[in-house]
């Protein structure tokens, strides 16, 4: 008996199987990536009523005081305190 003529009985329907963490996403080039920061820079701007390079200075002056916050947090606030003293008089 020729069982290759039975081939489409065990044929199961792919499905993709994601795990509950992944989702849909495209990839995009560099050029998009560029664009779509730009778009949403000019978008905040606008609803902070500021020009983009203000916005720029603010994001700026954001960051280092994230990063501030890391390092007490890191480190406690006395050895950062410390660090940066011993630094100063370094100079």
């Known amino acids: 008996m020729d069982m290759d ?6 044929k199961v329907p792919q499905r993709i199987i994601r795990k509950a963490y992944e989702i849909d996403h495209e990839s995009l080039s560099q050029s998009a990536v560029e664009k779509l920061m730009a778009n949403d820079i000019e978008h905040i701007s606008g609803i902070f009523g500021v020009d983009v390079r203000t916005y720029h200075c603010f994001q700026c002056l954001l960051t280092a005081a994230l990063v501030a916050i890391i390092l007490i947090d890191k480190h406690g606030s006395t050895s950062v305190a410390a660090h940066g003293l011993e630094q100063r008089t370094a100079h």
């Open 5 to 10: 003529a039975f081939g489409d009985d065990f």
